[in-house]
């Protein structure tokens, strides 16, 4: 067996976003030029040093949108059927980086977790120097039935980026990269295994309000109503036994700053266990969490 798929990103569907940019760069983040996939969607990404990312997704174009899911795109597919079910702005996918997303096709479908076909795609990509490159990507999908508001693909990188993205990677809020991811749902330990095959064969660890998976970067925990609200202060939803994306951890070299930058932008937070919490808002579909990470 390869070694476990670190995390690569996280899809954050928004409904508009100009509204993103303007949201996330409050919350201190530095916010990549808007690039426009080939099938109707557009993102506004915010890289981090650990090589990780947000993909703040928005639909640039309705009708190309529609027109490629109908025609079998399964990432514009899902994407509609969440805007559809949640809202435009929520937390739909958790994204692996992988070396061969061929083979992770192939054993998405011999585990019958497979979400359909693959995807492979380039788009344009500008730096902060103006300069424009080609990102070209391959995707593999993970699905679970019983969770149609929430999905995994893998990601393989067919041509790599340039390796100087530093002017993007530093953000006013002193975020260096993601902790963790924070899934829920009523029944954690029902979806542990799928979370563990999405990310290649790692051990559950059961937690004391769930279960985790810990990648080579990052853990994935998914917690019940109990564990939201003790660790999040999140309520619990309604009667919904699916799987959500629900919250994201990132890592700051010093909390002090990170509080200085959100108070001097006028941004609602609270303090929880040694974390700073900010609540989902439009143009932010997920709880934001800040932890102290030296």
Do not use: W
């Amino acid at each position: 067996m390869s070694e476990a798929h670190p995390l690569d990103h996280i899809v954050l569907p928004v409904s508009n976003i100009g509204l993103a940019r303007e949201r996330l760069g409050k919350l201190g983040f530095t916010v990549a030029p808007d690039a426009r996939h080939p099938f109707g969607t557009e993102n506004a990404c915010i890289f981090f040093a650990d090589e990780t990312y947000l993909e703040p997704l928005g639909v640039a174009s309705a009708e190309l949108h529609e027109a490629s899911a109908k025609k079998g795109n399964v990432f514009t597919a899902r994407d509609r059927a969440f805007r559809f079910r949640c809202g435009d702005d929520g937390f739909s996918a958790v994204v692996f980086a992988t070396a061969d997303a061929d083979r992770d096709h192939a054993r998405f479908l011999a585990e019958k977790i497979n979400g359909g076909e693959m995807l492979q795609f380039e788009r344009p990509m500008k730096m902060p120097d103006g300069s424009q490159v080609t990102a070209a990507f391959k995707l593999a999908f993970a699905v679970d039935l019983r969770a149609p508001d929430f999905f995994f693909f893998t990601c393989q990188r067919v041509n790599p980026l340039p390796a100087d993205r530093r002017a993007l990677q530093k953000h006013a809020n002193g975020v260096g990269g993601i902790a963790e991811i924070v899934l829920g749902a009523p029944d954690p330990k029902a979806f542990a295994p799928f979370v563990r095959a999405a990310a290649h064969g790692l051990p559950v660890t059961n937690e004391a309000f769930g279960a985790s998976v810990t990648t080579p970067n990052a853990r994935v925990s998914v917690l019940s109503p109990d564990g939201l609200d003790a660790y999040f202060d999140i309520p619990a939803p309604s009667n919904d036994r699916g799987l959500r994306g629900v919250a994201i951890v990132f890592k700051v070299s010093d909390l002090a700053v990170t509080e200085a930058h959100l108070a001097a932008n006028g941004m609602t937070y609270t303090r929880k266990n040694n974390r700073i919490l900010v609540k989902a808002a439009p143009g932010q579909g997920a709880l934001f969490a800040f932890e102290e990470k030296r």
